[in-house]
Structure formats: structure tokens, C-alpha cells
């Protein structure tokens, strides 16, 4: 081989570390973490500031990488082609278009956009200052070849300028839920994390605590009866009716009955409640949790009752509530099994569970990593009445989001219980 054959051939290897560079920068640029990336700029990193101020603009970051990489691989074949054809003669530009369409492949695409996977904060941060030169060199075209891109695009009615970007609350989400799928996160970690997350979807309906479900005494009771009760409860905070259970009067903190019974040194005739009790709260069913936690961490109460639309009595729903929605129930040695909504799921040895039809969809996805929709039910109940149209009876069967469930009691106008299998696939 002649010198100037020598120096076209060292020139196309010399092309091909360029293409190899151009090709890990774009695969490194685009699967940089922004969260790391942006943490390091604030540390004062000026390479991760470079980093963001590429990836800010993609358009034109995408736009001079490809420019450059497709000007060094065609000069890098037309070298090869001209190498082949001066010693092979005719077949070179065959033997040119094998050999340039491995070496691309393998050296100029494979090799680099797997390196850079592999290390894609590191891989970034290294070429971000060469890249940010090779931008700034070619702006000029690019900005020419995306006004031509826009061109044709509204010429088929598209606008490149409208773009939908996943909000940071769903990139997260999927992100938690991505990891876990990989065991990357576990599951305890995912439901809490997403539970913070959800807050901001959530009413104070979805997390309440169902004026039926609810322990309240009847201020009229005889204060050593009423003393009792409030002993045996497992709660510190009691809404108290008057006759009807649904006409809340106050709240009964026991620490203000203990203190009452201490001063009267024990003496119970001299207890009146009606003076140790606290004004009821009242908030609409259609307050956001969100808003709720703030007011309660705001105010001195952690209680509230709920009303529906007309007015009416719908629950109540505590602080504890709302953080059980984040890391999960929370009980101590003064609760009751029943307290813990996810006691009422039993497994069978068939693989399916029997469950107290009362637990809150939310719950028994989270205790059993299921999808059941909650859209347009709160309660298991609330589920399999959807499905039936109707209240069914025991023994009923109904089949909906891919799973069967069975009646097997019924209080009332309620499903008390129901038998819940996973259908075939």
C-alpha cells in the first residue's frame, strides 16, 4: 500500500472513534438522570450544568449530534470505498459496503451506546464540554433543518411545538413502580412512596372512617356506664350522640374525663360530661386529603367528622387516617384486631382470601399488590355491588376485574363477607 493509502485508512479509523463518540454522547446525554444530574448542579458542578443546558434543549443537541455522527460515517465509507476499489478494483465497493456496515455496527454504535448505559452519569458528564462546543459549531444548520422538519410537519398537520411531557408526579410514579417490578424497590417502600403520591388524588370520602364502622357513645348513658365505655375503648378521642347516633353533640377526649374523675377524687356524681366535651368539626366529604393534613397539622384537633352533600352525617376521618394512607395501618397494644383493616383478609389454602367486605379497595391492593379499580367504589362491597347491580345474596358469584367473588354473608341491606379468587389468565 502506497503512504496515501496508508493515511485515507488511518483517516477512516480516525473517523470511526469520531462516530464512536458522537454515539455514546447522544445515549449518555439522553439516559443521564436528571435528578442526579441536577443535584450536582447545585453542589456547584459546572459539568452537570453543562449537562442540564444541552438537555434542556434536545432539539438542537439531538439535531448537532446527528449531524456530526452522519458526516463522519458517509466520509468515513467514501475513504473505505475509494481504499477498496484502488486494491480490489471493481468488487472494493463491495467488500467496502461489509466491511464499513460491521465496523459502524460493532465500533460506531453497539460498543459505544453500551459503554454508555453502563455509566451514563459519568459518560455524560465527560463529553458534556467537547458536545457543547460541536452545538454551538453547528447551530446554523441545525436550526435550519428543524425549521424544514417543522415545515413539513404542519404541511400533515402536525405542530412539533405541542408536546405533551409526562408530569413529574406520573414520572415518579412509574419510576417506583418500574423499580419494583426489577426489585430495585421493595414493596413496603413503593406503597409508602406512593401513598404520598396519591394524597393529592385522594377526598377525605376515600380514607374516612364509615359512620357505620364508627365507636360513639350516647351522652345520656349513666356517667359509671359512660366511664366504663370509654375505658374499654380503644380510642382516646370519641364522638358522643345524643339518642341518635348520627347527631354527633361533641368529642370526648379521654384525658379530659380522666382528669375530671381524678378531681372529683373518684367521686362519678360529680362528673357531668356534656362540660368535658369538644365541639365536633365538621368538613365536606369532598375536602382533598391533602388539604385535610394540612389543616389538621394547622390546628389543635385531630378529628373530624365528615358530612355528605345534604348535610348528613358520612363518617370521620383522624389524622391517623391520613397517615396510615402513607406508611401504612398503624395499631399499638390498646388496639383491637378489628382496628386493623387488613386483619379482615384470610387466605385460603386454594390460593384465594376470604375478606371482610368493609375494607377499603386501597387497602387490600396494598396488602396484596392488586389493581382493583376504586374509581367508583370505596369498599370491596362497594365492588361487587357495581358489578351485580344489585345487593346479591349469599352463595351469589360475580366476576369482574379479573377476579370471582363469592357472597357468603350478608348484614342486611350490606355484603358483610365475600370469597375473592384470581381468574385464570
Not at 378529628?303 to 396510615?324: Q, S
Amino acid at each position: 500500500m502506497t503512504l496515501t493509502l496508508w493515511l485515507t485508512t488511518a483517516g477512516i479509523v480516525l473517523l470511526l472513534a469520531m462516530s464512536f463518540f458522537f454515539s455514546g454522547s447522544e445515549t449518555a446525554l439522553t439516559a443521564a438522570s436528571r435528578a442526579r444530574m441536577h443535584q450536582l448542579a447545585r453542589s456547584g458542578d459546572k459539568r452537570a450544568m453543562l449537562v442540564e443546558t444541552l438537555t434542556s434543549e434536545k432539539e438542537r443537541l439531538i439535531g448537532a449530534i446527528l449531524l456530526g455522527n452522519n458526516i463522519v460515517n458517509i466520509l468515513a465509507s467514501t475513504l473505505a470505498a475509494s481504499v477498496l476499489i484502488a486494491v480490489f478494483g471493481e468488487a472494493g465497493i463491495a467488500y467496502a459496503t461489509i466491511a464499513m456496515t460491521a465496523a459502524v455496527v460493532i465500533f460506531s454504535e453497539v460498543l459505544p451506546k453500551t459503554l454508555a448505559l453502563m455509566r451514563p452519569d459519568g459518560f455524560a458528564l465527560g463529553v458534556a464540554p467537547l458536545v457543547r462546543i460541536i452545538v454551538v459549531i453547528f447551530a446554523p444548520v441545525t436550526l435550519a433543518v428543524q425549521a424544514i422538519v417543522n415545515s413539513i410537519l404542519r404541511l400533515f398537520g402536525l405542530d412539533a411545538s405541542n408536546q405533551t411531557d409526562i408530569s413529574g408526579h406520573d414520572e415518579i410514579r412509574g419510576t417506583l413502580d418500574l423499580l419494583h417490578s426489577e426489585g430495585g424497590v421493595v414493596k413496603d417502600d413503593r406503597d409508602m412512596l406512593g401513598g404520598l403520591l396519591d394524597l393529592r388524588d385522594l377526598v377525605v370520602s376515600d380514607v374516612m372512617v364509615h359512620r357505620t364502622q364508627m365507636t360513639s357513645l350516647d351522652i345520656n348513658l349513666p356517667v359509671e356506664e359512660f366511664v366504663n365505655a370509654v375505658l374499654e375503648s380503644a380510642y382516646t378521642r370519641i364522638p358522643l350522640y345524643n339518642d341518635n347516633p348520627d347527631d354527633i353533640v361533641g368529642i370526648l377526649h379521654s384525658k379530659d374525663m380522666l382528669r375530671a374523675v381524678m378531681a372529683a377524687k373518684g367521686d362519678l356524681t360529680q362528673v357531668n360530661v356534656r362540660d368535658l366535651i369538644n365541639k365536633p368539626w365538621y368538613i365536606p366529604e369532598s375536602t382533598r386529603v391533602q388539604d385535610q393534613l394540612a389543616s389538621f397539622l394547622k390546628g389543635k384537633s385531630h378529628m373530624a367528622l365528615v358530612l355528605d352533600e345534604y348535610g348528613d352525617l358520612e363518617g370521620l376521618v383522624t389524622l391517623e387516617d391520613i397517615i396510615e394512607e402513607i406508611v401504612g395501618d398503624i395499631s399499638d397494644e390498646h388496639d383491637e384486631p378489628d382496628d386493623v383493616s387488613v386483619s379482615g383478609i384470610n387466605a385460603q389454602a386454594d390460593g384465594s382470601y376470604i375478606v371482610d367486605a368493609s375494607i377499603p379497595i386501597r387497602d387490600i391492593n396494598r396488602a396484596l399488590d392488586w389493581n382493583l379499580p376504586d374509581d367508583h367504589a370505596n369498599t370491596v362491597a362497594g365492588i361487587v355491588i357495581n358489578a351485580a347491580k344489585i345487593i346479591p345474596q349469599p352463595g351469589a358469584t360475580i366476576s369482574a376485574h379479573g377476579f370471582t367473588f363469592l357472597v357468603l354473608e350478608r348484614d342486611r341491606q350490606r355484603v358483610a363477607k365475600v370469597k375473592i379468587s384470581a381468574q385464570p389468565e
